[in-house]
């Protein structure tokens, strides 16, 4: 009983493997296709694959890169149409898939290739285009080179779809118009604020225009027109376990580089446009370190990625997009919080952003929540740069008004500082005057000056040789003295002896003489203005000889010469300075002792 069963089971798969039903076309512009079959390539053309109905097909089979490079996938269309049409056929995976259909006018086979392999100028790639006659079923092959999978060493199962081409034509068209209609209103706000910038040199300006430059490239990249600007495939690919790949190619490059672009765009302009730097230092540098973190996570995770070592962008993706949420993020609140600190352009960067930054953060949470190559988005990236281009415009509008209305604050500034430039003019030329009456004066006193000091100079030689003559002749009344006493020693009559004491007398009152001591004050008062009247204030009680002995100290004279002018020994005028010094309690100047 077993084994008849087995024989039945066995029976009934081989039918259902060689039995490949025909997929009716319902007439939709886009189907599904479910029903197909799979062989491996065993060295196979394609008039054997076409001709020989014993070939193994096995419907609805998977496709093995570990165990075969090459696989052929046999299609039965059933186009229920009276005419024939034009479609375009999808199959995953779109590697290297090369389409053969039998064209009934030509009477031959038709092939096609395409795939993220194939070089070509298609927008979207892998799409191939066959023919459908009508009230027919038509076979169609697709072999599909699958090698570059073989390192995942999964299974894949194809998926087919198939398009109209007259709905393709009118997609396609649509998206070209949309596209077309982004860029020249991009273009037109671009050459304009270009002009602008190279005219008034705000930065403002500056970093608006990258922002369009990023905008440009990346709704480019967004629709993949790259792939018809550039003939050339580069293309890194990743296999996942659910069957759906991934690749990273020319478009996916300049997206990355595009929203990096565009960011840094955005937080200069925010920067420079709320004066970050100087109004809120910290914010500032969290959105400068924001900004860091988000260019140098994108440059590794690109790099990493076209090399080929590892397919980091689609591990990198979720944390990208997080990235640029935190970023935008950032950007409003540091403008609701200027906006909350009164400073007056913060309002007009809100209004004008706040549709295009939510725009932004709504594609930034759609790809880091869902896929990257979704088309529910389609619009979203046009209507960003549309309502950013617009919003900025207004924004520029807002900021031109606010910089006249500085302006007009700033001429009233300058017209005050005007008139204090004219009243500090007129001060500086009475100054100048003053200056010049009092370097005429100033020039005078050096002429008096020189005077005086010419006088000084002679007063005080004039002093010195007095001085020096007063010490001189003292010394030889002192010398004549001391020969008067030495004959007054000698044997004599009373009258001799009373005559050398009349001598004696008369050159001991020689020596001190007013009559030299006046004519030494004058000369000292000369060069010593004001000496003896401030002496006399601070020291009433001083008698003559005191004075004269601080006029000689003054002078800085040695015991010496002090002793010869005052007719004593020297160890007399050591005495007698001690005892001055007493008597003026230290109140004497240090320059006079």
């Given at each position: ?507 001991h009152n020689s020596v001190q003489l007013d009559n030299d001591w006046d004519k030494f004050r004058l000369h000292f008062d000369q060069v010593h ?65």
């Amino acid at each position: 009983m077993k084994s008849i069963l087995f024989l039945f089971s066995f029976l009934t798969l081989f039918a259902v493997s060689i039995a490949q039903p025909a997929f009716i076309l319902s007439g939709k512009d886009a189907e599904k296709v479910d029903v197909f079959s799979v062989l491996p390539n065993k060295g196979y053309t394609f008039e054997q694959v076409a001709n020989d109905s014993t070939l193994p097909f096995v419907v609805n089979d998977s496709l093995r890169p570990y165990q075969d490079n090459i696989y052929w996938i046999k299609i039965k269309l059933a186009n229920t149409s009276q005419y024939a049409e034009q479609y375009q056929l999808w199959m995953h995976p779109q590697v290297n898939n090369t389409l053969y259909y039998f064209n009934a006018n030509a009477q031959k086979w038709v092939e096609e290739s395409a795939g993220l392999l194939v070089p070509g100028n298609k927008r979207i790639t892998g799409y191939m285009t066959c023919v459908l006659q009508g009230n027919t079923v038509n076979t169609l092959y697709i072999k599909a080179r699958v090698q570059p999978l073989q390192k995942f060493g999964l299974a894949i199962l194809p998926g087919i779809s198939i398009k109209k081409q007259a709905a393709i034509n009118h997609y396609e068209e649509l998206v070209s118009m949309v596209w077309i209609a982004t860029l020249l209103l991009i273009m037109a706000f671009l050459l304009y604020h270009t002009y602008l910038y190279f005219n008034f040199r705000d930065r403002v300006y500056l970093y608006y225009i990258l922002i369009q430059l990023g905008s440009i490239i990346y709704i480019t990249g967004f629709r993949n027109f790259f792939n018809q600007l550039f003939s050339f495939r580069f293309v890194k690919l990743l296999l996942l376990p659910n069957g759906t790949l991934y690749f990273y190619d020319v478009n996916s490059i300049t997206l990355r580089i595009s929203i990096v672009v565009v960011l840094y765009g955005f937080v200069q302009l925010a920067r420079t446009y709320l004066n970050t730097r100087l109004q809120f230092p910290k914010l500032d540098k969290v959105l400068v370190i924001s900004l860091a973190v988000y260019i140098g996570q994108a440059i590794v995770s690109n790099a990493i990625t076209v090399s080929g070592l590892f397919y980091m962008d689609y591990y990198t993706i979720r944390f990208d997009n997080i990235l640029i949420l935190c970023i935008i993020g950032i950007i409003l609140f540091t403008t609701i919080w200027a906006m909350y600190r009164g400073v007056p352009a913060a309002r007009y960067f809100l209004l004008a952003n706040i549709v295009p930054l939510g725009l932004m953060i709504a594609l930034a949470l759609y790809f880091a929540l869902f896929s990257l190559h979704s088309s529910s988005t389609d619009l979203l990236p046009n209507l960003a740069v549309f309502s950013q281009a617009i919003a900025f415009a207004i924004a520029i509008v807002w900021r031109v008004n606010l910089i006249k209305t500085e302006l007009s604050s700033t001429q009233a500034e300058i017209g005050a500082l005007q008139t204090e430039h004219e009243q500090l003019l007129q001060r500086n030329r009475h100054i100048q005057l003053e200056n010049g009456s009092i370097a005429s004066e100033i020039a005078l006193q050096i002429n008096q000056k020189a005077e005086l000091q010419e006088t000084l100079e002679a007063n005080q030689r004039e002093l010195a040789s007095n001085t020096l003559y007063i010490f001189q002749k003292n010394e030889l009344l002192t010398s004549l003295q001391k020969q008067v006493n030495q004959l007054a020693q000698l044997q004599g009559t009373q009258s001799q002896k009373q005559a050398f004491r009349e001598i004696k007398s008369t050159l001991h009152n020689s020596v001190q003489l007013d009559n030299d001591w006046d004519k030494f004050r004058l000369h000292f008062d000369q060069v010593h203005p004001n000496f003896f009247a401030e002496l006399e204030r601070k020291h009433p009680k001083l008698t003559g000889y005191e004075v004269r002995l601080c006029a000689y100290l003054y002078l800085k004279m040695t015991a010496k010469e002090i002793a010869a002018l005052l007719n004593i020994d020297a160890n007399s005028v050591h005495r007698a300075k001690t005892r001055l010094k007493k008597k003026m309690s230290q109140e004497l100047d240090s320059e006079m002792i």
